[in-house]
């Protein structure tokens, strides 16, 4: 039997927040029929964690993929979630947890978030002279940071004009900081897409600064975006058919 899928998203007290994820697990769902997929929050929604799989353990199922639906190996990876499952384990014998990568970097982000910037009016014509800001929540990890900016770099590569990071909080350039340089520099039309996952505060913050700058276009949020469903069922699959329940969250790039 295989494992039930267990996606564990952030939460939030912005209502938008649990909307999104859940239409995102639906995607995947549709995208795998017979394939179970559950949802938890760490934090302002429930169901909780620990709810869930003692839920699941009433059921008597017993394999378990945790998937973090996070952008970056940040904190939220490396200490939250893994501290939230190892307690609910330690309780629930025979209880086999794997964990699978966070979801970026990945050609499947990318393209989900070009799918935005088309949603939001921007025309393939239009790449050559348009520089993009890559515009993330923000983390204090360094290495979080520097996959972001990894990511800019790459993004740049496939014929925008110029692709600046930015973030909403903890790290530098804000928003409407990187939308004001490329302007300096003469760019001709200014972009900006967030590289979040749902609705909230922070998104929030990106398009008042987008705004504040005087971005041409912001694009919508990855939400439940094909590409994004596709990506939680590839993280899926690897988890899947590793042989041991996973310790750690590894970083993949596929």
Not at 36 to 54: C, G, I, K, M, W
Not at 59 to 69: M, N, S
């Amino acid at each position: 039997m295989q494992p039930v899928l267990l996606v564990i998203a952030h939460g939030s007290r912005d209502p938008r927040h649990a909307a999104t994820v859940h239409a995102l697990t639906g995607r995947v769902r549709a995208l795998r029929p017979g394939l179970r997929v559950e949802t938890a929050f760490l934090d302002f929604n429930a169901p909780a964690v620990p709810q869930v799989l003692a839920a699941l353990y009433e059921d008597g199922v017993r394999d378990v993929v945790a998937l973090p639906l996070l952008l970056t190996r940040a904190f939220h990876a490396k200490a939250d979630i893994p501290a939230a499952l190892a307690r609910s384990t330690a309780a629930l014998p025979g209880l086999s947890v794997r964990v699978a990568g966070v979801l970026g970097p990945s050609p499947l982000l990318t393209g989900a978030l070009e799918r935005r910037l088309t949603e939001a009016g921007l025309r393939p014509a239009d790449r050559p002279t348009t520089g993009v800001v890559l515009a993330s929540a923000g983390s204090s990890d360094p290495e979080a940071i520097a996959v972001i900016a990894e990511i800019a770099r790459e993004w740049r590569h496939t014929g925008w004009c110029a692709v600046r990071p930015a973030f909403a909080s903890a790290a530098l350039p804000r928003t409407e900081d990187a939308v004001r340089a490329l302007r300096a520099e003469g760019v001709h039309r200014v972009v900006v897409a967030p590289y979040v996952l749902a609705p909230g505060r922070l998104p929030d913050r990106i398009a008042a600064g987008a705004a504040a700058a005087g971005a041409d276009l912001v694009a919508g949020v990855l939400g439940a975006a094909p590409e994004v469903a596709r990506l939680l069922l590839r993280r899926y699959d690897a988890a899947a058919l590793a042989p041991a329940a996973l310790s750690a969250l590894p970083a993949l790039s596929a």
